[in-house]
């Protein structure tokens, strides 16, 4: 597919966001780079005002929207991080925004979005979408889906863009997927670069959805998700998605709930509280899974994680 | 001194503040509670955009600062996080911010200002103040202090507003003092609030400011303050500060360097990354020196600690 975003779009769209989110820093991480062998940092999102690059995504989305439908105020369904991003950035532009979440996700999440002016609508996991689309319909909300949306593609394309004007030198960049609009828009990013930098994907063992696809040359969905890490959950990558990221990824990895766990306990020990989800790439590479001849950046996604969960990660690794 | 702000303004700075600043989570920190005998949350204000409370004293004296002033851009003085906070609230507005900072500043926080599109000029610490006079008159750039201003307090208010708002049985505010600007905010928001909170100072014995204005019924210099709590190092507290928190504080209290180390490790323990000067209201609550016959709020002011200097903080005490 050709590049769907010029260089200028994405510089674009990482300027709308100065002063709405973060530009988040390289963290050098001397664990890792030991593992290795070549200096290792993270980008650390998990410092981003919502605890999460969703932001990105999110506000790009509505800085794009036409303002007479953003006006009317908008709508997601989500678990989590991209719902408080919604909030985040409906607030920003003075809109409603109302959030359907599955009632099992993360309370954490759940607070973060009321806190953010969201407004939360639970529902069974397996029934989210019907109830978005049906509540969207009533109430004339605008939905603001969390991956498979060109503007969200373009918001998330701003962190691996970021990495590649702080660090030009970066060999190999990896990057989590749930339903593929970060590795998405980092295909897109380094595309429009123009730099030689690798793109690794990693996934949980439960939840690996990229290296089928790449075989079967389109998504396919799967049956039972399951990992700890609760953001890349999606039964499968979006379409867009795949088509924006397929002739890009150098290769696609997987880790285990419980290297994922041993990435989140070492995250800590340096300092950074992440979410199991945001700890994957550190995984892949704690591994040993991510040769690179040269600087590689961790994508580290969030940080929005309950206290209990947290303290069993950090708590039963360390004995 | 009467109070200087009414409840609708500490309201109207706190909503005018959503989108800009994170309405930051109250954490309960199990190690903390048992040691106190009540519950102790922190107020997590380390998890702001700019990684510290100070963005709310600083957007709010942007905000509230004539256009045409503003238009023309504003400085500090501050070795980091007032700095950083300034340069977020003036890309905000879209206004240039200088930051005039010492050349021993924290490397984190000067990358902080730098990332958030802040202009750095270092200088010796003792010429601070005479450096940032001389551009802002060449310049023609409003001065921005980091905590002896009407406005700047009002933003500060805000932070113990909403844990008012949030946790209305608090009985006990710990808020650590470097100027005086929190402390003077805090004051005024428990007195604009009714509540009969206990309002406690806590302070690095080598920079105690509190406890001698008190006795001598104002602002008494310091001739070496020292710490490793960098962020409340200013010689004296403001003498508006000091007026306005004077008749509401209800205890202060010191605490050592090692106490304030040890509290930077339990809070790391608990996965926050609190910077010395963050966690000095935590010190004093493991020292045993805050008794409470109710929830007690610990404010986390900030995070912004460079990695060798947390590394040593917290593997250090681990051994």
Redesign the interface.
């Known amino acids: 597919m050709a590049a769907p975003f010029s260089r200028e779009e994405i510089r674009g769209a990482a300027a709308a966001l100065?002063?709405v989110a973060?530009?988040t820093?390289l963290?050098?991480i001397p664990a890792l780079s030991r593992v290795a062998g070549v200096p290792v940092f993270i980008k650390a999102e998990h410092?981003?005002?919502?605890?999460a690059f969703k932001i990105r995504g999110a506000f790009t989305a509505l800085a794009r929207m036409a303002p007479d439908v953003r006006a009317a105020g908008v709508l997601t369904h989500s678990s989590g991080n991209h719902g408080q991003a919604l909030a985040?950035a409906a607030?920003?532009f003075g809109v409603r925004a109302v959030i359907v979440m599955p009632d099992d996700s993360p309370r954490?999440k759940v607070?973060?979005v009321r806190?953010?002016?969201g407004e939360v609508v639970f529902c069974k996991r397996p029934e989210r979408a019907r109830v978005a689309a049906g509540i969207a319909e009533r109430e004339g909300l605008a939905q603001v889906p969390p991956y498979e949306h060109a503007d969200v593609i373009l918001g998330q394309a701003t962190c691996a863009w970021e990495v590649l004007d702080d660090m030009p030198e970066v060999a190999t960049l990896v990057v989590p997927v749930g339903g593929g609009g970060l590795l998405a828009g980092s295909a897109v990013a380094i595309r429009a670069s123009g730099r030689p930098t690798r793109l690794v994907a990693v996934e949980p063992e439960g939840a690996a959805k990229v290296g089928p696809a790449l075989q079967a040359g389109q998504p396919v969905p799967l049956a039972h998700p399951h990992s700890i890490a609760d953001g890349l959950l999606p039964a499968a990558v979006g379409a867009l998605n795949f088509a924006l990221f397929r002739d890009v990824v150098a290769s696609s990895v997987t880790v285990s709930d419980e290297e994922i766990a041993r990435a989140v306990r070492l995250l800590?020990d340096?300092?950074?509280?992440v979410e199991p989800s945001g700890a994957v790439p550190s995984a892949a590479v704690l591994a040993g899974r991510v040769p690179s001849d040269g600087p590689i950046v961790a994508l580290v996604t969030g940080g929005n994680v309950d206290?209990d969960v947290?303290?069993r990660l950090?708590v039963a690794l360390s004995s």
């Open positions: 100065e002063g973060v530009r820093p963290v050098e410092r981003q005002p919502i605890g985040w607030r920003h954490v607070a973060g806190r953010h002016g800590h340096a300092g950074e509280r206290a947290y303290e950090t």
